[in-house]
């Protein structure tokens, strides 16, 4: 069964770190490429971030890039997003999720964990 | 701003067929699939159908989608109770090199 868990979410002021990781299980993580999305309480999805398998091909949504950055540990069946520089406007569930063929197709996705930027 | 619109709220009766419209443009939608997502409340979101009608596992067919030009449609026939959800369309866009989401529309089955 495909599974993925995220954690490292929580309460951070304006302008500190996070870190967050997905841990996945169930199916060949090397495999695949992963996404990064985030929903703000109340409102829609966002896209924040991908990574191919082989980490060769990342891509930033212009609202995070030069502040977050993805990464994964194939070793480790893990992905990461290192949250930098963080602002109100992140305060969001991030989910994690695979993706299926087009970077726009997520067949499966983590519970989400918040990040709540406030001081 | 979502850069793929949707009509915030959609609804129907039990049984009916209701459509949900996603509208883009030539950088998204007119050149790339695209996938619509539900999201039943307090879950996360659940890939539902994607390019020529194709659905995971355990979608009934009452949920098929289309597409033409820049704009793309999910219908639901045989409403039931149990697809009032937020439901999203999605598409890579070529001029922001990544996926985009549409705003949302909240389906209520009345």
């Known amino acids: 069964e495909v599974q993925l868990v995220e954690s490292g979410g929580g309460l951070v002021q304006p302008g500190g770190s996070l870190r967050l990781s997905c841990a996945a299980s169930g199916f060949t993580f090397s495999s695949f490429s992963m996404n990064w999305v985030r929903q703000a309480p109340g409102k829609g999805l966002e896209w924040v971030s991908y990574i191919s398998s082989s980490s060769r091909t990342i891509y930033y949504a212009n609202s995070v890039k030069g502040r977050f950055t993805i990464s994964r540990d194939n070793a480790k069946n893990s992905l990461y997003l290192q949250m930098n520089s963080l602002r109100g406007e992140d305060t969001a569930v991030y989910y994690c999720?695979?993706?299926?063929?087009?970077?726009?197709?997520?067949?499966?996705w983590g519970q989400g964990t918040l990040v709540t930027v406030s001081s | 701003q979502s850069v793929l619109t949707q009509p915030p709220s959609a609804s129907g009766t039990p049984g009916q067929r209701v459509t949900i419209s996603c509208s883009g443009s030539n950088s998204n939608i007119g050149s790339n699939t695209v996938n619509w997502y539900q999201q039943l409340p307090g879950t996360a979101p659940k890939l539902l159908i994607y390019t020529s009608n194709q659905r995971p596992s355990g979608v009934p067919d009452r949920f098929s989608e289309s597409r033409s030009g820049t704009s793309a449609s999910l219908a639901i026939s045989g409403l039931q109770s149990e697809d009032e959800a937020d439901y999203y369309c999605?598409?890579?866009?070529?001029?922001?090199?990544?996926?985009?989401f549409g705003g949302g529309t909240k389906l209520t089955v009345l």
């Open positions: 999605a598409a890579w866009d070529d001029s922001l090199n990544g996926p985009v």
């Open positions: 999720a695979r993706v299926l063929n087009s970077a726009a197709r997520n067949d499966y």
